[in-house]
T-cell receptor, first 112, second 113 residues
């Protein structure tokens, strides 16, 4: 298996633009997590899905953030409109049941 | 609510010496506990986990961790540190029946040649 695949690897955009981050989890995994990592706040859980259903989105900063998982092999995290404070590394991770998480390589987002 | 504490932002150890990275947790019921490592510009990589059974868990790259229920701790250890072990280490907890995974703030391990 190729592992968790995230795209793009880097994203540079201007304030106010829409940003879409993509994730393909490992086949057979039933949990998918979106995390954000910054120096100041560390690793923050934004939202997670179980069997494509959002379970807990209490970590989503505000209404500008939304996430979807239309099927078992694809998820998106969208920021609209983006702001400079959204600059961070965004990780997607998946797991089978309550076992360990497998992380993607992350998307480095810079909002100018 | 569940939580994880990593009390040391950074741990420095000489190459060849034993290392310990500390972790304590808070969760309802019996926990699932994990350690991950992150190298610069990379995602987190799984090192080891405690699910049940033996309190001493062995993982990748010679690392091990000891689960102590009475102290609610899950410290990461290695008998002899390598310079290549220098990285950021995260402890995580996942409560049984509670699917959310909570990570600690991370501990930077610096192994000095």
């Amino acid at each position: 298996d190729a592992g968790v695949i995230q795209s793009p690897r880097h994203e540079v955009t201007e304030m106010g633009q829409e940003v879409t981050l993509r994730c393909k989890p490992i086949s057979g995994h039933d949990y998918l997590f979106w995390y954000r990592q910054t120096m100041m706040r560390g690793l923050e859980l934004l939202i997670y899905f179980n069997n494509n259903v959002p379970i807990d989105d209490s970590g989503m900063p505000e209404d500008r953030f939304s996430a979807k998982m239309p099927n078992a092999s694809f998820s998106t995290l969208k920021i609209q409109p983006s702001e400079p404070r959204d600059s961070a590394v965004y990780f997607c991770a998946s797991s089978k049941a309550v076992m360990e998480l497998f992380f993607g390589s992350g998307t480095q987002l810079s909002v100018l | 609510a569940q939580s994880v504490a990593q009390p040391e932002d950074q741990v420095n150890v000489a190459e060849g010496n034993p290392l310990t990275v500390k972790c304590t947790y808070s969760v309802s019921g019996n926990p699932y506990l994990f350690w991950y490592v992150q190298y610069p510009n990379r995602g987190l990589q799984f090192l080891l986990k405690y699910i049940t059974g033996d309190n001493l868990v062995k993982g990748s790259y010679g690392f091990e961790a000891e689960f102590n229920k009475s102290q609610t701790s899950f410290h990461l250890k290695k008998p002899s540190a390598l310079v290549s072990d220098s990285a950021l280490y995260f402890c995580a907890v996942r409560g049984r029946g509670y699917q959310k995974v909570t990570f600690g703030t991370g501990t930077k391990l610096q192994v000095i040649p």
